[in-house]
Nanobody, 116 residues
């Protein structure tokens, strides 16, 4: 499944960004059952799970982002979103959309930089 992320950028601490991920070539019946996730990789660090959402909208968040980030999906548009609020410099990373885990499908990533 091809995945394409967008929405990254430079934001000041305390600001917000909304990341989007679309599966442009998937059809609804393929996308809807897929568990989807957002990962991130900061410079010099391993890639880590940020949040995931199942086809039935069960959701999990990594502890560092709980209460600040919200993952959601729109199956009819074949999209997954990550709303990020109250961003801190520690959130600076390349954010990746994923389905299928480590050996699944990955997007190209979108850079999020939190800096004053």
């Amino acid at each position: 499944v091809q995945l394409v992320e967008s929405g990254g950028g430079l934001v000041q601490p305390g600001g917000s960004l909304r990341l989007s991920c679309v599966a442009p070539r998937a059809i609804f019946s393929v996308f809807a059952p897929l568990p989807m996730a957002w990962y991130r990789q900061a410079p010099g660090k391993q890639r880590e799970l940020v949040a995931n959402i199942t086809s039935s909208h069960n959701i999990n968040y990594a502890d560092p982002v709980k209460g600040r980030f919200t993952i959601s999906r729109n199956n009819s548009q074949k999209k997954v979103y990550l709303q990020m609020n109250n961003l801190t410099p520690e959130d600076t990373a390349v954010y990746y959309c994923n389905t299928g885990g480590e050996f699944g499908s990955w997007g190209q990533g979108t850079q999020v930089t939190v800096s004053s």
